[in-house]
């Protein structure tokens, strides 16, 4: 018999209820983020937690973890009120947070890292270092990450990878995990969802933040949203739910997904000419992309597309490469990023805590100064102008605050991502580059991303995507360029853009 879905959590009789939150409330300054929130998890289950970006998601597993404090509220570990909160407490008790933002030892291997979840707690009982680090050194095998890396030394991906399987690694029995996927590849989300499930079989549950309503659908088995810092609903049966009841719970509302109409491009004069860029195992002959195209890039880790973004954006050392406008001339490629700025050429990093600027400066600041250093080669701002210009974009991209002077590390995972794109748009580039531009926002939010970006293409801007979502890379681009070994391995247009070819990479 299939039954309606019900949004609202009913509590089973079967389960034994492992952690449940009463009345919690936090308000943070004048800002409440969380209002009379009752929420349970039963033991042994998978429990999604959804909501839009700055709906409370992280603040609430932050007061479960111990990490922050509640303003109100009670927090009970196996039906008992837990007194006193804190993360020591919690750790103990087998609570474990998996934060937004990986937590990483720079100058620990990544086997070091991964053994970090263990040493405050048996400090004084027996260890037997040997046998952890050989499991430290097993668990790494097959995630492409070498046991003796050091950890400052790893792209975005493999230390999202390392926070993760910490973690798993930790013995915990409430794992919560704050977007663990955002950037995986399609094999690393596998692989984290078999850990995840073998855990979960021997009695592990988890707390699991995801926009992606797919891989809701695929692990969960319980859900909560949150909206607005309330509990908008729920289900003990997810089963039952199909991706647009979830979008239809986070955002209160159908959601209507962004198709860029499709462009032929072939006939179009190119735009930007690249020639020859070599940078370590990067190596691309030729690639001309025209006015107004969106070329998505993807392949594995280390396959060269974000490589490519780099070496264009001076980031990364090209040992050879020119680039060449359509009305410019031949120029080797920029050494710097200001020199990049200069010449029209704008990159979003995915690692937004190393390259991009998340500070204490505000909203406006951060969208306006790369701004400036891109017009440093001709005019300056104005304190009006870039007033004007930083309002623009905090509007379009629903940037949730309560004014843009507000620091941007305040802001939720979601909203800081909008800040920094907001950043690179506003420098008016010629070649854009972002990449994973919507990892970590909102279903809906989304949406607008892609149409800001299609409707800047109609400007005659040359966009270049590198994704690993493969619906991004369906709905929102022209051209598909799959990097394998440094080079562009096959090229996907129109109808040949399809999930089937894109999930299967290797
Ligand atoms: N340290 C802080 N100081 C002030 N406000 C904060 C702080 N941390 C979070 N907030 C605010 O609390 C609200 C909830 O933020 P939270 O990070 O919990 O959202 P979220 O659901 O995790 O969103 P996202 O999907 O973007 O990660 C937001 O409005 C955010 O700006
Ligand atoms: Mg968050």
Same mark, same amino acid.
């Given at each position: 018999?299939?039954?309606a879905?019900?949004? %609202?959590l ?15 409330g936090?308000?943070?300054?004048? =800002?409440?983020a ?6 349970s998890?039963r ?8 909501g ?12 479960m973890?111990?990490? %922050?404090?509640?303003?109100s ?8 009120p ?14 474990? *947070? ?8 720079d100058?620990l ?10 040493w405050?707690?048996?400090?004084f009982?027996f260890?037997?270092?040997?046998k ?29 990878k ?6 798993m ?5 409430v794992?919560?995990?704050d977007?663990?996927t ?5 094999d690393d ?9 073998r ?14 309503n797919?891989e ?5 088995d319980?859900?909560?949203?949150l909206?607005d ?17 979830l979008?239809? *719970?986070?955002l ?8 860029r109409?499709?462009?032929q ?11 020859d860029?070599r940078?370590?195992?990067?190596? @691309?002959?030729?690639l001309?992309?025209r006015?107004g ?30 680039i ?16 990049a ?7 979003? /990093?995915?690692?937004? %805590?190393k390259d ?12 306006s ?6 017009l ?11 007033r004007a210009? /930083?309002?623009?974009y ?26 920094c794109?907001?950043r ?6 010629? =070649? ?9 926002i909102d @279903? ?6 892609l ?5 800047l293409?109609?400007?005659g ?31 996907l247009?129109?109808?040949a853009?399809s999930?089937?070819?894109l %999930?299967?990479?290797?």
């Open positions: 018999m299939t039954t879905p019900t949004f %609202r009913e509590a089973s009789p079967a389960a034994r209820t492992v952690l449940r939150v009463e009345n919690l936090k308000i943070y300054g004048g =800002l409440v969380l209002r009379d929130v009752d929420l998890v033991a042994g289950t998978i429990h999604g937690l959804l839009e970006n700055g709906a409370g998601k992280s603040t609430l597993v932050g007061i973890s111990g990490q %922050r404090k509640p303003t509220g009670t927090i009970y570990l196996d039906e008992k837990l007194a006193h909160v804190d993360v020591q407490a919690m750790e103990k008790a087998g609570v474990f *947070l998996v934060t937004q933002e990986p937590m990483i030892i100058h291997s990544a086997a070091e890292n991964l053994m970090l979840g263990i405050p707690k048996r400090r009982g260890v037997n270092w040997r952890l680090r050989q499991d430290a050194e097993r668990m790494l095998k097959g995630t492409g990450i070498a046991a003796d890396a050091r950890a400052g030394a790893l792209d975005a991906v493999a230390r999202r390392i926070n993760i399987l910490r973690a690694f930790s013995g915990g029995k794992i919560i995990l977007e663990p955002a950037a995986l590849t399609v989300r596998a692989q984290l969802f078999d850990f995840m499930r855990l979960k079989s021997e009695g592990v549950t988890f707390i699991f933040i995801s926009h992606f797919d809701i659908l695929e692990i969960c319980a859900v909560s949203v909206r810092g309330r509990y908008a609903g729920g289900s003990e049966d997810v089963g039952s739910l199909t991706s647009e009841d979008s239809e *719970l986070v209160g509302r159908g959601l209507v997904l962004f198709e109409e499709k462009r491009f072939s006939a179009g004069a190119p735009a930007v000419i690249l020639k860029i940078s370590g195992t990067l190596d @691309v002959p030729s001309a992309i006015a195209e969106i070329v998505g890039v993807t392949g594995l880790p280390g396959g060269g597309g974000k490589e490519l973004a780099r070496a264009l954006f001076g980031l990364q050392r090209a040992s050879s490469g020119t060449t406008f359509v009305d410019g001339e031949a120029r080797t490629l920029p050494a710097h990023p200001a020199e700025f200069a010449d029209g050429i704008a990159y979003l /990093s995915d690692d937004r %805590r991009g600027s998340i500070s204490q400066m505000s909203i406006a600041e951060n969208i100064l790369s701004a400036e250093v891109a440093a080669r001709g005019a300056f701002m104005n304190a009006e102008q870039e210009l /930083s309002q623009r905090f509007q379009s991209l629903g940037i949730k605050a309560p004014n843009s002077e507000v620091a941007v590390d305040t802001l939720s995972g979601g909203n800081q991502q909008k800040v794109l907001g690179v748009l506003a420098t008016k580039p010629k =070649l854009l580059m972002l990449d994973e531009p919507t990892r970590g @279903v809906g939010v989304k949406q607008d991303v149409r800001i970006v299609d409707e293409s109609r400007t801007v040359s966009v270049i995507i590198i994704s690993t979502d493969t619906d991004e890379l369906v709905r929102a681009v022209d051209r598909v360029l799959i990097f394998h070994n440094g080079r562009i391995r096959e090229e247009a129109g109808e853009i999930r089937s070819r %999930r299967n990479l290797g």
